[in-house]
């Protein structure tokens, strides 16, 4: 982000470096939600710094730390060891950032900055077992090649995970992307994976796995990625994803506002997903919000926190004229969307109700 203070700016109102990050960064253009899998090349896309060159001959991932046996691994000995896949719904804590009134210059989300995808790798505490953990560590770090300057920090992107959380089933160290090996854009040769957390959480083209004794303190865990009202504020720590529905435009766009034309009765459809849990309920209004009526979920796709379910809602549009569609989802731990975003310097965890505003014309 190039800000996290209170300096925000008009909604509807880019900066030039705004738009330079939008043009090198993309979301996934909604309905794209059709895909169970989204395509590589249509699922959203940050990148804090450079895509880095690899030359994978010379690539290792090293585990060091307070470990019994530092390891150094090529891309050969990741692949014969026992692989798992995942199949992981990853969505961009900055979703949603330019529909804040205020909002920092940062990368101007819409609400595009998901997609869903199987992974498939080793999963991190297979590898931290190889190395033996010792007495005493607390957090692993995840080191990145992607090398820059952020806050005026110069660093290495980097991450941590609790030990708990590392050691856990979830994590893997991915190796592949839908089948295939991961493009570059996507972390290349190998990355980290963190089921059911926000992106920032999952490491790309990382190099380095560190155990540690002392809570990791680098500039993307202690500065970036925190909820504050202001930059003085330590804040707090973003973690998993919060509920969101989307729904595949229905109709037909306008060019410039996007703003949808359906003609007659149909179905609306779209997806869900939580980071707390399995999706409980997903709800659908069709005159901005004064009623609301329950979606249809596709119980085959709402079994876990892991990934997006499938939703469905027979739309009769009864009456000619402009109406506002919204839709919101409820997971199992009790989280609720809410209809207003609750405003923060970053301006992340923009998880407001999805509104769509669509001409009904006459068959």
């Known amino acids: 982000m190039l800000t996290d203070d209170a300096e925000g700016l008009e909604k509807g109102v880019f900066t030039e470096p705004e738009i330079r990050l939008a043009m090198r960064n993309h979301g996934m253009p909604l309905e794209a939600l059709r895909y169970d899998l989204t395509p590589p090349g249509l699922h959203y896309l940050l990148t804090h710094f450079d895509i880095p060159s690899v030359d994978l001959d010379a690539w290792t991932l090293g585990i060091d730390g307070l470990v019994e046996r530092p390891l150094s691994l090529s891309m050969a000995h990741l692949q014969a060891l026992p692989q798992e896949v995942r199949t992981v719904t990853m969505e961009c804590a900055g979703n949603g950032r330019s529909a804040l009134d205020q909002r920092p210059a940062s990368q101007p989300w819409v609400l595009e900055a998901v997609g869903t995808s199987r992974w498939a790798g080793v999963p991190v505490s297979a590898l931290l077992e190889r190395a033996g953990v010792r007495e005493g560590a607390i957090e692993v770090v995840f080191c990145s090649l992607d090398h820059g300057i952020d806050g005026g920090v110069e660093q290495h992107y980097e991450r941590s995970l609790p030990l708990e959380l590392a050691r856990s089933a979830e ?50 865990q202690a500065v970036a990625y925190r909820v504050r009202q202001t930059s003085d504020e330590q804040g707090e720590a973003i973690t998993r994803m919060l509920p969101r529905a989307l729904m595949v435009p229905p109709g037909i766009p306008d060019f410039a506002s996007r703003d949808r034309t359906v003609v007659g009765p149909c179905t609306i459809d779209g997806r869900a997903w939580s980071g707390w849990g399995a999706i409980e309920r ?6 901005g919000g004064e009623r609301w009526q329950p ?49 923060n310097a970053g301006g992340y965890l923009n998880n407001a109700v999805q509104r769509v505003v669509v001409t009904v014309r006459a068959s």
């Open 295 to 343: 979606a249809t979920l596709d119980q085959r796709t709402s079994d876990g926190h892991a990934h997006w379910c499938s939703w469905s809602y027979r739309w009769e549009a009864p009456e000619p004229g402009e109406h506002v569609l919204m839709v919101r989802a409820r997971d199992t731990a009790g989280n609720e969307q809410p209809d207003e975003p609750d405003w």
């Open 282 to 287: 997903v709800d659908l209004s069709t005159d």
């Open 171 to 220: 994590p893997i160290v991915a190796i592949s992307m839908n089948d295939d090996p991961l493009p570059p854009q996507h972390g290349f040769p190998a990355r980290l994976l963190v089921p059911g957390w926000y992106g920032m959480t999952n490491v790309k083209w990382l190099s380095r796995i560190t155990v540690v004794n002392t809570p990791f303190d680098g500039y993307q």
